[in-house]
């Protein structure tokens, strides 16, 4: 059925909001189980190796995350492969969460870096000096 002061076909706004359900909800929930194990088992402790040897910028801290997906996310996934499934992991799989890693892996430790930048106890105390 048409809307004439819509301008779109009625039925294909419930599949918008479908589409949009998927990407607000579906999206987020795959992603953290798919790259939460993979982040507690390396990212956190390279964060934590790194941040230990001083103050550190977010291009630093993208950079540390992009060098340790690549090299810990084939591991990780081959080894729950064989672990889960008991026939080892496709290349496919590999490729793909490397991949995915590869792009949100860097997003997500420079924006980590510099919230931790922002609300270590130094900024807070230089802060209340300038008041």
């Known amino acids: 059925m048409y809307s004439g002061r819509l301008g779109i076909m009625q039925e294909s706004v419930p599949d918008a909001l479908q589409v949009g359900h998927y990407f607000i909800f579906m999206a987020s929930q795959t ?4 790259g939460g194990p993979i982040y507690l088992i390396v990212g956190a402790p390279v964060f ?11 291009a630093q801290m993208a950079g540390f995350a992009f060098v340790a997906n690549l090299v810990a996310t084939p591991v990780c ?22 991949g995915f890693g ?11 870096s ?3 930048q922002l609300l ?4 807070w105390l230089m ?5």
């Open 31 to 34: 992603a953290i189980s798919a």
């Open 48 to 58: 934590w190796m790194v941040l230990r040897g001083g103050k550190r910028s977010p």
């Open 77 to 98: 996934v081959a080894v729950l492969g064989v672990l889960v499934y008991e026939t080892g992991p496709t290349l496919h799989n590999i490729v793909l969460m490397t």
């Open 102 to 112: 590869a792009v949100f892996a860097p997003l997500w430790a420079a924006l980590f």
């Open 114 to 116: 510099a919230l931790y």
């Open 120 to 123: 270590t106890w130094e900024r």
């Open 127 to 131: 802060l209340a000096r300038i008041q």
